[in-house]
Structures are given as structure tokens and as C-alpha cells.
């Protein structure tokens, strides 16, 4: 029974959530805890026994014969705040605690977040339905209307993928040690294949990327997948918000104080000053219509900004900069 109760919860649950668990039966025996668990007991054992407050609160809930259903429970304990989360499984007199610990100070923020992320999924699902159901209640609709309207909903199609791959990358920029290892990298091939990667995307823009003063061989230590994401988002925004004639440039400044230091700045029409210090929030855009138009999620500056912190680098916009937008970066040497 152990075995199916580890192997049941452990593969389906919670190798996507990271959540602590504690398994009991009715009468209190532990029967299970994993790792998550144990470091959240660890943590609160200095002013109290996580054991025992799930034991005496799980014979409360027998008693009163709430165990058919999941319960939450939430306790606010030695500065930190705890949901508990009772469940009666189909095993008989087996009851799974998920364990959670909650960071006060960053629920608004998560719920912006969600708010945000809620958002920008409703408009094009919201799109895609509408074209479908107008396809599907005119069954002798006009060919040529109905492709015009299947070209739709499969672009926002896209632009949802889009979404999903930047919430992706976000969430492996903001925790990569989680995920990444760093490793010996050539920036300058990066630079190099980001820049080609776009050039055709310019070029149909009627923008020029240029490239200078880049060595060869340009190694620093971390991970090629973040790195390239850096590159294309900035370069990428460099071409979406230019005019036709203008010029995106990206060169290498050479090694100061111990760090690379890269300059990726355009031609175009720059960010005004006062949104200086938003640009980097999740979901902030200038001018939300313009970014929808030309396919813009709003985290690419997120990403940006927590893709240059995993490898303990520095971004900055240029504020004396009156030509465009000039970003700073800035890598270990």
C-alpha cells in the first residue's frame, strides 16, 4: 500500500507542483513525506512541531467527518504563512496533506500576474471561438471568406504558442537553477546567429541590422538557450518599433571592469523617459494595440531582464541616449 500511495502521488502530482506532502492514516501514523515536506518542516522546527499540528488538525476533521472532500486550512506560523490542504483518497482511512508556503508579501504580485496572464490568453481564444462558430453556423459561407477567416484564428493560434513559449522561457530565466547549467559559451556565435536569424524579418521591415567589432571568439560561462533569447528579443523590439530606413545596431565595446559590455541601440522613435523604469515588468507595453499588431507578448524585456540576471550580468537603458533606444549590457568577462 506504501508503494502505491508513493508511486501514485509522486508521479501525477507532484512532479508538477512543488508542493510539500505528508501521507497519514486515520490514526495518525505517518506514512509518507517527501523531500519538500521535510526541508518545510525543517525550516519551522525551531518554533514548532509541523507534525503534530497537521496530526491534531486531521483528527478534527475525522471527527467532524469532513474528509470526503478536500479542505484548506490555512495557518500563520513563526513569520510565515502556511496552506494546508487535506485530502481523503480512495484508499480507505488514508489521508495526503499538500503543504504549501505562502510568501505574503508576494500575493499581490501574483495575482497581478495571473490577472495579466488571464488577459492576454481571453483575447485571442476569444477570437479564435468567434471565427469558428461564424465558420460553423454558415455552412455556405464563401470559400474565399471562410480561408480569410481560418488564416485568422490560426494566427492567433500562433500568437497563443507564443505566449506559452515566453512564459516558458520566463519562468526558466527567473528560477534557472532549477533547470539550467551553465557551460562554456561562444557570445560572439550567439550574437552572430541571433543577428542572422532576423535578417530576413529586417529586411522585410525595410530596417538594416549592423554588426560591430565582435571577436571571433567571445566565451563566457552560461546557457546558450537564455543568452540567444537576450539577443532576439532586443534586437527583435529594435526592429518591430523602427521605421523603414532606420538602423538597428549591436556592437561589442570591448572588456571594462571585468565585464563584457554590449551596446544594441536604433534609429527609431525611443521609449519615453517616464516608462524608463517600467519596460522590464511583465506584461508592460507603451502601446499595447501597436504590440498586439506586430506580435508582441509583453515579456520579452521580463525575459530579457532575468535571462542577463542568471548570468550575473547588468541591462540599463541609455538615458542620454537621444537617437532611439540604446541598451547596456553587461557580462563577466
Known amino acids: 500500500m506504501r508503494f502505491l500511495i508513493k508511486f501514485f502521488i509522486t508521479t501525477k502530482i507532484l512532479k508538477l507542483y512543488n508542493f510539500g506532502l505528508i501521507v497519514f492514516r486515520s490514526n495518525g501514523k505517518i506514512l509518507f513525506k517527501n523531500h519538500t515536506y521535510k526541508e518545510l518542516a525543517h525550516k519551522a522546527s525551531d518554533s514548532f512541531n509541523l507534525d503534530n499540528i497537521l496530526i491534531n488538525r486531521l483528527q478534527d476533521i475525522i471527527s467532524r467527518e469532513e474528509s470526503a472532500r478536500s479542505l484548506p486550512y490555512r495557518l ?66 464563401d470559400q474565399e471568406l471562410k480561408r480569410h477567416f481560418l488564416d485568422r484564428a490560426l494566427k492567433n493560434v500562433e500568437r497563443l504558442e507564443e505566449l506559452i513559449r515566453d512564459l516558458s522561457i520566463l519562468d526558466m530565466a527567473s528560477d534557472g537553477s532549477r533547470y539550467l547549467k551553465k557551460k562554456q559559451c561562444n557570445l560572439s556565435q550567439i550574437v552572430f546567429n541571433s543577428v542572422k536569424n532576423l535578417e530576413f524579418r529586417a529586411e522585410q521591415s525595410g530596417i538594416e541590422i549592423n554588426l560591430a567589432d565582435f571577436p571571433e571568439q567571445l566565451i563566457i560561462t552560461g546557457d546558450s538557450r537564455l543568452l540567444e533569447a537576450i539577443f532576439i528579443n532586443l534586437i527583435e523590439n529594435g526592429i518591430k518599433y523602427s521605421r523603414p530606413g532606420d538602423r538597428v545596431h549591436v556592437k561589442y565595446s570591448g572588456l571594462h571592469s ?76
Open 76 to 141: 500563520k506560523l513563526a513569520g510565515s504563512n502556511f496552506k494546508f490542504l487535506y485530502t481523503a483518497l480512495r484508499f480507505p482511512k488514508i489521508y495526503p496533506v499538500l503543504v504549501i508556503e505562502e510568501e505574503h508579501k508576494d500575493a499581490g504580485f501574483k495575482q497581478e500576474i495571473t490577472r495579466n496572464i488571464s488577459h492576454e490568453l481571453k483575447t485571442p481564444l476569444t477570437s479564435i471561438r468567434g471565427y469558428v462558430e461564424t465558420i460553423l453556423g454558415n455552412p455556405l459561407m
Open 258 to 333: 571585468g565585464f563584457n559590455t554590449i551596446e544594441i541601440y536604433d534609429t527609431g522613435p525611443g521609449i519615453p523617459a517616464e516608462y524608463h523604469d517600467k519596460i522590464f515588468e511583465r506584461f508592460f507595453r507603451i502601446d499595447s494595440g501597436r504590440s498586439r499588431k506586430t506580435g508582441g507578448t509583453g515579456l520579452g524585456l521580463s525575459i530579457v531582464k532575468h535571462a542577463v540576471a542568471f548570468h550575473n550580468g547588468t541591462i540599463e537603458i541609455d538615458k542620454n541616449y537621444n537617437s532611439g533606444t540604446k541598451f547596456l549590457l553587461r557580462f563577466p568577462g
